[in-house]
């Protein structure tokens, strides 16, 4: 990996790791829906998947769950294992998308929101082993879209932006 | 944002609709009990058609945890975690709502028997 790219992506992971942890004191909707959250993150995730590739995207979005989890919820607690879940899922499922549909890079935010509750969900069936879980995901699923609309607009505008100033050619 | 997008919201919201109306069908009536769970064990269970309200406690992985039960509903009143999230998430009434309090590995459920099958027993 050369130097530059290298120093850019550690700079984007430190930028995920605290916007991970701004988003983390702004309640929405004040916990009544577990696990609901902005996902600014992600502009993060989505600006390396569109700047670098899935591998640089799939790296990052791991070291950031691994980084939060040591600042914050502790490394290898149940929270972690359910970031991690969502993360994986969530930087896959964009990618696929990604490469087979003509959707935007608002669209891609929205499937990656969607997959980032759903992966939760489904580490959460397996850690819990309670399939009453599935009760959150219609709720998840319809504020994935205001939350991805925003991510995603603000990831274009990243990517619109800095993409000439790293001098990087988009894929 | 294109018409591709579009076309993913609209998918996107029939589906959690769909979903929501399903569990509505799938409701269930009879005798409501509340089920606590502590590390998937079965630890309390609360007979929720009594009309007063009554507290309970049960050992959480943090310390005790403080459960209101009656009138058909049940909710966390206090527990000792960093978010405190299944205490903001208020009462539960329904057979496929669920409380999760993660951190200190306690699940709450709904459980409706059938009226008959509990005059079986």
Request: hydrophobic letters at 50%.
């Amino acid at each position: 990996m050369e130097t530059r790219k290298f120093t850019t992506l550690s700079m984007l992971l430190s930028l995920a790791v605290v916007l991970n942890i701004i988003e983390s004191v702004i309640p929405l909707f004040n916990g009544y829906i577990p696990g609901l959250k902005l996902g600014l993150a992600n502009t993060v995730i989505l600006f390396v998947l569109y700047v670098y590739s899935f591998k640089d995207a799939l790296y990052v979005s791991i070291l950031r769950v691994i980084l939060v989890g040591i600042l914050r919820t502790g490394l290898f607690s149940i929270a972690f294992f359910f970031s991690l879940g969502g993360a994986i899922l969530s930087v896959t499922m964009m990618f696929i998308f990604k490469k087979i549909t003509k959707l935007s890079i608002v669209g891609i935010s929205i499937v990656g929101s969607i997959f980032h509750s759903l992966g939760q969900i489904i580490v959460g069936m397996f850690i819990l082993e309670t399939a009453n879980m599935i009760y959150y995901l219609p709720w998840l699923l319809m504020f994935s879209i205001p939350t991805g609309i925003i991510v995603g607009l603000i990831s274009k505008e990243l990517v619109n932006h800095l993409q000439n100033d790293l001098k990087i050619k988009e894929y | 944002m294109n018409k591709k997008d579009t076309i993913l919201i609209v998918i996107v919201l029939i589906i959690s609709i769909a979903i929501i109306l399903g569990y509505k069908l799938f409701e269930k009536d009879g005798i409501k009990k509340a089920l606590v769970y502590y590390e998937n064990d079965l630890v309390l269970t609360i007979d929720l058609t009594e009309n007063i309200e009554k507290t309970y406690y049960v050992e959480g992985y943090n310390g005790k945890v403080k459960i209101l039960a009656g009138n058909g509903k049940v909710s966390v009143d206090e527990e000792n975690s960093p978010l405190h999230l299944c205490s903001k998430q208020g009462y539960i009434s329904k057979s496929y709502e669920t409380i999760v309090c993660l951190p200190n590995k306690v699940i709450i459920k709904i459980d409706n028997i059938d009226e008959l099958d509990a005059i079986v027993k």
